[in-house]
């Protein structure tokens, strides 16, 4: 009789296979039949299923041919017997004589002396070995590579069934990577405090495909062209894409050029079709073998390839089951922790803030938007976490130590214990801070400082009542746009403003107009390509050659503060001429209010963010023409230093606290003084006591930040006395040092002051 084909030895089998998943009876009766199935299809004496339990053990669960009594006796530790072997490797192993192997093992109670060849593979689920799948001959059968693949299939249905029938728990996953086996730790920089104690939910989520099992090997090739294809057109328009100029470009170029090269990728997708699997099964078969191959490769450049490779699978997978690009609208966690490679504010915003508990990025730095709106929900940011994509686990438990930049995955019971005991410490210094809610933000000696909130949700403004600010200096009005599913109108921002203001119960609110463009896309409003955002057309250089959407925000701030106060500030000036065309915009709105009858604010106070270091040489007439100046010191750094705030590998080279930018800050202070012209700081630097205690020696008394600073700030703010630490700045002004951050810490610890 002539063998059979293996693809069709599989097929035939899958196929048997879906009729007993389908059928009824419980998951433990299936796997039975299932075993049975097997050991037919594949002509072999004995099929066994081993399950991972608790503990890493490996635990009979069904067989057909060893002795029905050893099923849920027999137990292999990982690493013990060829069964611990093949789970403690995540790899296939196939022996002609099982008991001439070293790491053989005899279990008398199954009754196995009567086999000899020995095939098994590992049953993966997400990357991780869940079981063992083994066949065992009476012969010396050599088995060969085909053989291998089709219980590599079979085991990738079997893998589904025991997921699906929660045969397998989560916690009894087992992560295939070395040492891996315990909890793991990584590193990673902090970008917002706090501790988040939660659930991992991938932010790009892996897919879960519906369908294993095909129906037409030829119409599931087709799907496989189609979504290749597909994948090929999204390359294209990437390496087309003006901002892939650089590293970027020549990775992504490299990989296209592998993955079209990669014949043996792409065949064994092929084969795995071939053998009965759907296209999407069969790249996730292919994804799986690619990932535990990268557990195992130390040379880092081939794992970086790997590593796109996967990324690659995955928008295939994306082409094939039209999955959701982000975890965010599906059902998340109560205590979601998010993880990502990257994220942009707006996609932050996309989640349910209630569930949120943190989020761990590969990639980021502090002054990124999305680091921001993380700072104003007030849940922990990890960044430059290594791998945290691959090697966090969908529905890991998780804790991300925002205050030691690290984060615990699968973490024992004892640092589960140690970190409720530290966010039990923080509740109480919170309590603490709340305690100082009603103290006045005065030094030691007497100096009354304007502490104001900067905010973007409305959530934010129920802040103001619970830190009791002075106001809101920075209100990000973008931040609500980012959030909504296309551009709100004149009457809905009319609303939105409205209701800002009546949260604000009098308090004034500096509205910065807005503020997109560089980082801060809006969803609905498809980015123009730029080589470098960051100085391209953002901020107030959008509004106003959309004049449109300027005069429609400034028409609803108008008519929100209608008969009240209105303080309208404008980023990202550059020139006097660009404050002046502004300006002019929000007279024609005033004048096109009155002339409609309507009321317009009892007064209106107007600013400008100081954030290019181009207006610093026309500050003279700028200060003539502003009610008020707000210092963005994340954007003026950025310029000033020349360093891309979003730029992970330059965030921490050059420091706020140093003397040029003190100088810059001081002489701009200096300058709005003599003019009578107040001026604020908003930006990130704020939310640090170490900070804000410079900028109050340096003469600011109006300061802006987060609200989950607030407490710690005027902690600190009713700790210092001004004129020591004005006195000691002015020794440092003129220092030729990067930074003089650590002499201020020490200053700060000689005088008491709180930090
Ligand atoms: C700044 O640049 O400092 C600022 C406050 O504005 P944003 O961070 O929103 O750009
Ligand atoms: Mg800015």
Redesign the pocket.
């Known amino acids: 009789m002539q063998e059979p084909q293996p693809a069709s030895t599989s097929r035939r089998l899958l196929g048997r296979l879906r009729d007993v998943m389908a059928g009824s009876g419980t998951a433990e009766e299936r796997l039975n039949k299932i075993v049975a199935l097997i050991a037919d299809g594949l002509a072999a004496q004995v099929c066994s299923c081993y399950v991972m339990r608790a503990g890493e053990v490996l635990e009979l669960f069904a067989t057909e041919g060893l002795k029905q009594s050893a099923v849920h006796r027999t137990r292999l530790r990982v690493g013990e017997g060829l069964v611990g072997l093949i789970a403690a490797q995540a790899r296939p192993i196939a022996l002609a004589d099982a008991w001439s192997h070293a790491a053989f093992v005899y279990r008398p109670e199954t009754g196995e002396e009567l086999y000899h060849s020995f095939m098994g593979v590992p049953i993966i689920r997400g990357g991780r070995v869940i079981g063992v799948l083994v066949v065992q001959d009476r012969e010396h059968r050599h088995y060969v590579d085909e053989d291998v693949e089709t219980l590599e299939t079979v085991a990738m249905v079997l893998a589904g069934l025991l997921v699906a029938h929660e045969l397998i728990r989560r916690e009894e996953l087992l992560p295939t990577e070395g040492n891996a086996l315990l909890p793991l730790r990584l590193e990673g920089v902090r970008l917002s405090p706090g501790v988040g104690i939660g659930t991992a939910v991938l932010h790009s989520p892996r897919i879960i495909v519906p369908k294993i099992i095909n129906e037409d090997p030829q119409a599931e090739l087709l799907r496989l062209e189609s979504a290749i294809a597909a994948l090929h057109d999204d390359l294209d328009v990437m390496l087309a894409s003006p901002e892939s100029v650089g590293e970027e470009y020549r990775d992504v170029l490299e990989t296209y050029r592998m993955f079209a090269q990669d014949h043996g990728w792409k065949n064994r997708i092929h084969e795995a079709i071939r053998s009965g699997l759907t296209a999407e099964a069969a790249v996730q078969k292919v994804q799986d073998d690619t990932r535990l191959r990268m557990n195992q490769v130390t040379d880092s450049y081939i794992r970086e390839r790997l590593y796109d490779l996967q990324d690659l699978a995955n928008r295939i997978l994306q082409h094939l089951t039209g999955a959701r690009a982000t975890a965010a609208r599906g059902d998340l966690p109560e205590d979601t922790i998010v993880v990502a490679r990257s994220m942009g504010p707006a996609e932050l915003l996309d989640y349910d803030r209630r569930k949120l508990r943190g989020l761990v990025m590969e990639e980021g730095s502090a002054?990124m938007?999305v680091a921001?709106i993380a700072r104003a929900l007030d849940i922990p940011v990890l960044a430059r976490v290594k791998e945290a994509v691959a090697k966090i686990e969908p529905y890991d438990p998780i804790i991300v130590d925002g205050e030691y930049g690290q984060v615990f995955i699968r973490p024992g019971e004892d640092i589960q214990q140690a970190f409720h005991a530290s966010l039990e410490a923080r509740r109480a210094r919170a309590a603490h801070h709340d305690a100082l809610r009603d103290l006045p933000a005065e030094t030691l000696d007497g100096v009354r400082i304007t502490m104001l909130l900067?905010a973007g949700l409305l959530l934010d403004m129920q802040n103001l009542q619970r830190v009791n600010a002075d106001g809101v200096g920075?209100y990000?009005t973008e931040v609500p746009f980012m959030a909504r599913p296309a551009l709100p109108d004149v009457e809905a921002q009319t609303i939105l403003y409205g209701k800002i203001l009546a949260l604000a119960e009098g308090r004034p609110v500096a509205f910065?107009t807005l503020?997109v463009g560089?980082d801060?896309l809006l969803p609905y409003w498809n980015p123009v390509e730029e080589p470098n955002p960051a100085m391209g057309w953002r901020s107030i250089r959008v509004t106003l050659d959309r004049p449109l959407i300027m005069r429609h925000q400034l028409r609803a701030l108008i008519r929100a503060a209608a008969g009240q106060d209105l303080d309208v500030m404008f980023?990202m000036v550059t020139a006097v001429a660009e404050f002046d065309a502004a300006r002019a915009l929000l007279d024609r709105e005033i004048a096109r209010e009155h002339s409609r009858g309507g009321v317009v604010p009892r007064r209106i106070r107007v600013g400008a963010?100081l954030?290019v270091p181009a207006l610093m040489w026309q500050l003279r007439p700028l200060l003539q023409r502003v009610d008020f100046v707000s210092?963005?010191?994340?954007?003026?750094a950025?310029f000033l230093f020349a360093n891309d705030r979003t730029n992970t590998q330059v965030a921490d080279r050059y420091d706020v606290l140093s003397p040029p930018f003190l100088y810059v800050l001081h002489s701009i202070l200096k300058q709005c003084e003599a003019a009578g012209v107040p001026c604020s700081v908003?930006?990130?630097m704020v939310r640090n006591p170490l900070e804000a205690m410079a900028l109050i020696g340096l003469g600011f008394r109006r300061i802006s930040m987060a609200a989950p600073s607030f407490g710690a700030v005027k902690g600190m703010v009713r700790s210092m006395s001004v004129v020591p630490v004005q006195h000691y700045l002015e020794t440092l002004l003129h220092l030729p040092h990067q930074s003089v951050r650590e002499r201020l810490r020490m200053f700060a610890l000689d005088h008491n002051i709180a930090l």
């Open positions: 002054n938007h921001i900067n920075l990000r910065r503020d560089g801060k980023p963010m954030e210092i963005g010191s994340n954007d003026l950025q908003c930006g990130e």
